[in-house]
């Protein structure tokens, strides 16, 4: 894929005033412009697209809808017209800036879409035109358009639609490595997963049960148990997130467990080693504590990785225990792997067909209403897959109160779980005028001073602030 | 089991007169003994038995054949007339007392027995007197007789011999959960394993090579590799003990290998994680460095614990990489997985009648002579199994001389390998004349003096002269 260049537009990040955060088709796919072009005839201007930009490293302030160039495709590379775009945790990880060299700031974010072929590179054999495919590319996935390397795209089976892929994909590939490469799960075997309500944590449960005789304790917010023992029966023994969780598991096995799935990190880690039987495996395959701890960023990750204990290969030796970790990014896009994963997909997928994957979506947004979506990721509120799609018109947004109304500072539209842990006895006195969010009000009017991410602009200085309040 | 006392011909293990360290039967089991239990017929005296002994912990000289009351049966146990032990290197670590909370001296070593079942215990159902069976207690394996729990007792398949079931449990066993448990092997994987030539190693390469498209890296000393060229070709690159083995891997193998098996522990450790491929798997299945490094025991160990890293379960993660040790005594006596061994042993037993599993015998010995099948299996120079045999007739022993004669101390019958490195070029001064190792002179008297354990009683004070020079 060559480079995007940003467009003048999109040129200035920290300045809002050309960039698009409304509901309305953008005027630069308005018949206008097919008139523009034609008086630019020698110079055409590239073809424009909608996409989900990082425009530095931070809260949600940071991720805005910009028009950019389409993608051309290079060599080796598949054109994909998106029609939906997997949330994972990592995108989370990425806003924050807490990952190993991570891109130059703009850039577009996102690992995982579906949608249509629209056009093969140089070179590419196994796809064509019209074919309907999922793709885990490095970065750039939430867009109209995207260019991926023929490698980390795969055709989808007959019938699978395009929210299901990306609701299977990423998913189901980690739970598949996890219990059947890595912790060898077999009949009678117990399993504890964290984040249980999430998108991994459910994929994970539901493979975990096409097992003979499997034992599944999740651990999650107390908020989603009920709504989690509605929806399946897939988890035997709902924990609670926070609570001393592992006297619950020795109530009901007191060995403790055959594996422990952790994508939380920091003292997890030890408290998963500490609940396996012999033989036992502990499987990291996240960190989001890094960027859902106390604190943020830096402090969460310093935190984490303190808080983890490194273990001598003869104390594995002495207790017959088991440690891996799983990072399907850096499988396929720095250890090469990539026909490795191919294999997991097939597997997948074929599961999907005989129904023994049934994917969860948890809820569908708008490009623009991607802030909101990563908010409910944060705050760990979904049950399943949260998905965007850029086809789907933005929420209704709440009036624009004037600026500096009342002496004070814009107050957050939603709060983030630790905010209001804190302030709760103040909740009354902050709800802001603003918070729009079950006010039904459309915002349909561009405006240059509208938070760009659908009324969540402002969390961020809140969070700076509470990082330094916490230094 | 109930306790076994020492008879009083084996209460002063420090002095050897009473001892038995002959190829006679002992005067014990002689028609003599039955004319003197009629004279006795109030008190008869226990029923006596051959046993492996160590007296104390160290280096051979420890380790005794001594006369000790039969065992009776207790409750839940079997008593089994043995008719082949297994020698495996948890045996020479115990002999040297470095492991966690070693029995009390003297005690009777072994942890591998075959046999008859001459008596079964009260509540034991699934054996009766007559059955054919292999044993891996806990301690206690080297005699004639052994109670053993019926936990850790496992039926013979049809047509397999007490020879070829010591050959085969202990280490097919290790090598099958190592391979089939732990490292999920699975077609067109590699894998590096250490002691290639050693019980394990062999299980482990003949294991492999049922799985299709195996490349097997094989580690061991290059006096062995003609040999092994010649018995068989699981092994695919034989690599040098010693050696930049890891270079003559990454010439075949640019990325590693997905699995490394490792029995040696120290520096080898951080050698094997580093050749590992992304989703490869590190095992730590033993730790015999710890007995054959440069000095022996405390510094060896300490040496071996000091040079292996510790690993975050961060690193792994980042890194697709998976730590884990298997302690197969550990597992069974100190963590109450004998349910799950008996799975492993009766896959075992299915393979071998496939005829998959085809054991490889190096030797096999008299009780009499296991110091020198211990030093054997110490210099690495067994390809396969070292079986004790206590039908056996020991080795004709040297002549003994005069002690003190030309004012030297007795030299030892055989020089352990890392004397042989300091001391070759005096080599020609130093061969003892007493050493009968090939003189083929027969020993057949009661010999008070004699070394009990076949010409390599005074190796000892060498070792641990050398123990402190290097300290």
């Known amino acids: 894929m060559t480079e995007s260049t940003e467009t003048p537009a999109a040129a200035a990040p920290e300045k809002t005033p050309t ?32 996409a989900v930009v990082l425009t530095g490293f931070g809260g949600l302030k940071t991720v805005k809808i910009l028009k950019k160039p389409e993608p051309s495709v290079g060599e080796g590379e598949v054109l994909i ?26 850039f577009i974010l996102g690992f995982e879409c579906a949608g249509e072929v629209e056009q093969v590179g140089e070179g590419v054999t196994n796809f064509k ?36 892929a990306v609701a299977v994909t990423t998913n189901y590939v980690v739970a598949y490595l996890l219990l059947f490469e890595m912790a060898n799960l077999t009949p009678g075997k117990s399993l504890l997963v964290h984040s249980a309500g999430g998108g991994v944590g459910q994929a994970v449960a539901q493979l975990a049960k096409t097992v ?76 989001s504590n890094i960027v859902t701890g106390e604190t943020k960023s830096f402090f969460s990750a310093a935190r984490a990785w303190w808080q983890v204990d490194k273990v001598s290969p003869i104390k594995l030796f002495d207790e017959n225990k088991s440690l891996a970790g799983l ?5 396929l896009f720095q250890h090469g792997r990539a026909d490795y994963v191919r294999r997991a997909v097939d597997r997948v997928f074929a599961l999907w067909g005989e129904g023994k994957v049934k994917p969860l979506v948890d809820s569908t947004w708008a490009l623009e209403d991607v802030a909101e979506a990563m908010q409910k990721m944060h705050d760990r509120k979904n ?38 842990k804190d302030k709760e006895a103040k909740e009354e006195e902050k709800k ?20 760009l991410t659908n009324g969540n602009s402002d969390e961020e200085s809140k969070e700076e602030k509470k990082e330094k309040e916490s230094s």
């Open 19 to 50: 960039e698009n955060g409304t509901t309305e088709t953008p005027p630069e796919e308005t018949p206008e412009k097919a008139t523009e072009e034609k008086e630019k005839v020698e110079t055409p201007p590239p073809k424009e697209m909608r």
């Open 81 to 106: 017209r998106v029609k939906a775009c997997g949330l994972n945790f990592q995108d989370l990880i990425v806003r924050q800036g807490a990952i190993d060299s991570p891109p130059k700031t703009p």
């Open 129 to 164: 035109v019209g074919d309907q495919v999922v793709a885990i590319p490095e970065y750039k996935a939430w867009a109209e358009l995207v260019a991926v390397p023929a490698q980390y795209v795969y055709a989808l089976p007959e019938g699978m639609t395009a929210l299901d």
């Open 212 to 287: 003979e005789n499997v034992t599944v304790f999740g651990v999650c917010s107390k908020s989603k148990h009920e709504a989690l023992k509605a929806n399946n029966n897939n988890i035997d023994h709902l924990l609670e997130r926070g609570s001393d969780y592992t006297n619950e598991v020795r109530k009901v096995s007191p060995d403790g467990v055959d594996i422990v799935l952790d994508c939380l990190c920091g003292e997890e880690c030890n408290r998963g080693y500490s609940l396996l039987k012999p033989m036992g495996r502990y499987i990291l395959y996240g960190a």
């Open 327 to 331: 990072n399907l990014r850096h499988l």
């Open 383 to 420: 049950i399943g897959k949260l998905v965007l799609d850029p086809s789907l018109e933005p929420k209704p947004k709440p009036a624009t109160p004037a600026k500096g109304k009342s002496g004070k500072e814009k107050k957050p539209a939603k709060e983030s779980s630790e905010e209001k």
């Open 432 to 451: 802001p005028a603003e918070n729009g969010e079950k006010n039904g009000e459309k915002n349909g009017e561009k405006n240059g001073e509208e938070p």
